[in-house]
């Protein structure tokens, strides 16, 4: 089973900063903003520490409202558990973002099937299907279209790279890597 | 119909809308835990204003910097609301970051998609 969060920032495998809360909405601001200071003090140009950031968001959100295991506190707010890590590799100049979280098993092909829906696509088709799903959706009041895949792959260098490892019959171990 | 104005937090916009004035805008970064629930009740005003209720003029400012894929669908619900309703005079604003390569790629999305709002990127 997966510890909790736990966030690790890394140069060329030489870590600058970690820590390891219970994901929650202030434990995401904080890590938001962390992040945010940290990319900034590096001087990452604006284009990538905005897609540094939203898809640090994006994976963290994920985790919270999807994971298997997730709970609601008292004062009614989300919590859950997973690992998040964000590397920079210098010869590439490129920064990966991968996390870690329990999945329940039957909701794997779901995850397969969005994720297959933007393989190969390039930047223009991947606007392109963002705009169809925003479009196409029947009640504005619902919950999302299932852009999050989406927004992902438009910010990631690299198709998106996962792997489900099963723990037991139901519960597995979901791996998500996206590369900026 | 009554103001809805709300302060910025961490990872909510600030938001004006202001029926007298007829000034609509959102400001910040907009990642809410519950990002649809925050955007409904902002949604609904707008179509109530947008639903014969309208000012000769009216101002739409969205100032966001980062976003989340929900609120994504939540501008495009927010855009759709006034692109279907009724107005007079309408002026609607992207703001942008002039130094991010990608500032102006969510702008081109929805400024495509909503033509007949003829949104005008501003940089700042």
């Not at chain 1, 390891?20 to 995401?28: D, K, L």
Request: hydrophobic fraction near 40%; proline fraction near 3%.
């Amino acid at each position: 089973m997966t510890s909790d969060l736990e966030i690790v920032i890394e140069i060329d495998e030489n870590p600058i900063y970690e820590f390891s809360p219970t994901i929650n909405e202030a434990s995401i601001v904080a890590s938001a903003s962390e992040i945010e200071r940290i990319l900034k003090s590096n001087h990452v140009n604006p284009a990538k520490l905005q897609d540094i950031y939203e898809i640090t968001i994006e994976l963290m959100q994920n985790i919270l409202n999807y994971s298997y295991g997730h709970s609601t506190s008292e004062d009614n707010k989300k919590q859950a558990t997973g690992k998040i890590s964000l590397s920079y590799w210098s010869k590439e100049d490129v920064y990966i973002i991968s996390t870690t979280n329990l999945i329940a098993l039957n909701t794997q092909d779901k995850i397969k099937s969005k994720i297959a829906e933007v393989a190969g696509l390039d930047n223009k088709a991947l606007r392109k299907l963002t705009r169809e799903k925003m479009r196409h959706r029947d009640d504005k009041h619902e919950r999302g279209a299932g852009l999050g895949f989406i927004v992902m792959a438009r910010k990631s260098s690299k198709p998106i790279e996962y792997n489900i490892k099963a723990i037991d019959e139901q519960v597995g171990n979901f791996t998500i890597t996206l590369v900026i | 119909m009554e103001n809805i104005e709300l302060k910025k937090t961490d990872n909510a916009p600030a938001v004006i809308l202001n029926y007298a004035k007829g000034f609509i805008e959102l400001d910040g970064k907009s990642y809410p835990e519950d990002t649809f629930e925050f955007y409904v009740p902002i949604i609904v005003w707008l179509e109530t204003y947008f639903g014969g209720k309208a000012q000769p003029k009216t101002v739409v400012n969205i100032k966001l910097t980062y976003f989340n894929s929900a609120t994504t669908q939540s501008l495009f619900d927010i855009l759709d609301a006034i692109q279907d309703g009724e107005y007079h005079e309408l002026e609607v604003n992207w703001f942008y970051d002039a130094d991010n390569e990608n500032g102006l790629e969510d702008f081109e999305d929805y400024a495509d998609e909503f033509a007949d709002l003829n949104i005008k990127a501003v940089a700042r």
